[in-house]
């Protein structure tokens, strides 16, 4: 059964990017420190990086955060989706219009500008053949930025929440948790490293 998994990194003070975050410094003034695990040698943090990587069949973003991602300090070929895993399921965008042209052409890119419902929907749809076609299930998974997930949240449109919690506080940046609805989650699994605490809570509907 494909799921659809809201799996970002966040600060101890609820940031997921540091202040001033812009396309050349997507993650903003510290921000690099949310992810150090995701470049961790440590088995644990590898495991939890190449398990999440394996099971997304297909990947919704932001248009902010593809900005990012595909501009010239950006993903390549060794540092994509899933750090060191790198790796290429379908990528669907978030987005007003699309863009002229894409730098990350190598990669699967659909741009959906009716709106995060309908963008959730073309990427189950991507998930959902390439179960199919693997014999496996797969997923999907709302890679960011803050604002997409907190609006699939709001939207109830998400199964599963999956936080990786640096050791850092940033003081400022783009929060995770603005208000919305109270929401019950029921936690599923725990994993501590010394770079992150890995969370994962099924959402109640």
Same mark, same amino acid.
């Given at each position: 059964? %494909? &799921?659809?998994? !809201? #799996?970002?990194?966040?600060?101890?003070?609820? @940031? /997921?990017?540091?202040? #001033?975050? #812009?396309?050349d410094h997507g993650l903003g003034t510290g921000g690099e420190a949310l992810h150090t695990w995701a @470049?961790?040698?440590?088995?644990? #943090? &590898?495991?939890v990086l190449r398990e999440g990587t394996a099971r997304s069949g297909a990947v919704v973003l932001g248009r902010r955060l593809f900005d990012v991602v595909d501009g010239p300090k950006g993903w390549d070929d060794t540092s994509g989706y899933g750090a060191g895993e790198v790796g290429k399921p379908a990528f669907v965008v978030v987005t007003?219009? !699309?863009? +002229?042209a894409v730098r990350t052409a190598g990669l699967d890119w659909t @741009?959906? %500008?009716t709106g995060l419902a309908d963008a959730v929907t073309a !990427? *189950? +749809?991507r998930a959902e053949a390439a179960s199919a076609a693997g014999g496996k299930d797969l997923d999907v998974v709302l890679m960011g930025?803050?604002? %997409?997930? *907190?609006?699939a949240l709001d939207a109830g449109l998400v199964d599963v929440r999956t936080l990786h919690l640096a050791p850092v506080v940033l003081g400022a940046? %783009?929060?995770l948790f603005d208000g919305g609805a109270? &929401?019950?989650? /029921?936690? &599923?699994?725990? /994993? /501590?490293?010394s770079t992150a605490t890995h969370l994962t809570y099924d959402v109640r509907r």
């Open positions: 059964m %494909t &799921r659809i998994i !809201a #799996d970002i990194s966040i600060s101890l003070d609820g @940031f /997921v990017t540091g202040p #001033d975050p #812009d396309p @470049f961790s040698g440590d088995p644990d #943090d &590898r495991r007003s219009t !699309a863009p +002229e @741009f959906v %500008t !990427a *189950r +749809e930025g803050g604002a %997409t997930i *907190r609006s940046g %783009t929060p109270p &929401r019950a989650l /029921v936690r &599923r699994d725990a /994993v /501590v490293t």
